[in-house]
């Protein structure tokens, strides 16, 4: 079965799924697409673990289910059962564990590799937990149910059609990142434009309080994150000299090279949102 074939099975199959999970069981503050969202993280931190000590190998004492820290706390925030700012004091918290325990290094060899060990292990604590938390404070706002899945409209739709018209149009189409040869300035485009088109059909169809131009701005702004966050995580795989995060997802390889678009665009689409709706 070929590449595009299984991405647009992936796709299909998928989007559905998540819909049904949003839709049908919104409750607690759609506790179970959070609980999607956590997992995710944590296995993408995990894969993240693998690329970075493949590569550094600088014997990285990760923390437990690095992912769910940041994502949990952001639910926990979100439901009121901490107070607001609770998922910074986690961030600080986490951060200063890692930085302090390398004052307990027992060896000159731990000690030439605190440097590594330090950037690596942090990097992993932050990505791609507290961009995932967005996702999760995006149950915050009025119509969550309808939010949650225009942003998995945008992102996805930007990186199916730019994938498929970069498959179809794009061998000869000008290459323009360096970080990634495969992707041209065909799919580029066309992946913008789908993207708002998909926006604007989404806001005629379901009753979400955003204007036309909102509209235009917040999908043309969720497409260029989305784009930044799949380069991000090529240059991070090609530095490293690995071709997929893992091999989880058919057509696609691991889980971070399925959420990478999400997790750069999760923050900014939360934000725009708070400036539109509040």
Known sequence: MSQLIQRLLLF?????L??????????????????VMILGSITGASELHKILNRKFNSELRKFPLAGAYLPVAAYLEI???????????????????????????????????????????????????????YTIKVSIFPEASYLIILFLVLVFTNDSM?????????????????????????????????????????????????????MIFLSTASALSANT???????VKRSAEVKDSGSLMPGRGGILDSIDSILFSAPLYYYILTIILI
């Open 12 to 16: 299909f199959l998928g989007i559905p």
């Open 18 to 35: 998540l819909i049904a999970i949003i839709f049908l069981l919104p409750m607690y503050n759609h506790l179970a697409w959070n609980i």
């Open 79 to 133: 439901s009121d059962f901490v107070g607001t700012g609770f998922t910074g004091l986690v961030l600080i918290i986490m951060i200063s564990i890692v930085m302090a325990r390398e004052v307990f290094l027992n060896n000159k060899q731990d000690l030439d590799r605190v440097i590594t060990r330090l950037i690596s292990s942090i990097m992993v604590l932050l990505y791609p937990g507290i961009f995932m938390a």
């Open 162 to 214: 730019a994938f498929v018209a970069g498959s179809l149009f794009g061998r000869k189409s000008t290459k323009i990142f360096l970080v990634s040869p495969n992707k041209s300035l065909v799919g580029f485009i066309s992946g913008i434009f789908f993207t708002a088109a998909a926006g604007l059909v989404f806001r005629i169809l379901f009753p979400i309080p955003v204007s036309f131009w909102q």
């Open 229 to 235: 966050g799949d380069l991000i995580e090529s240059a």
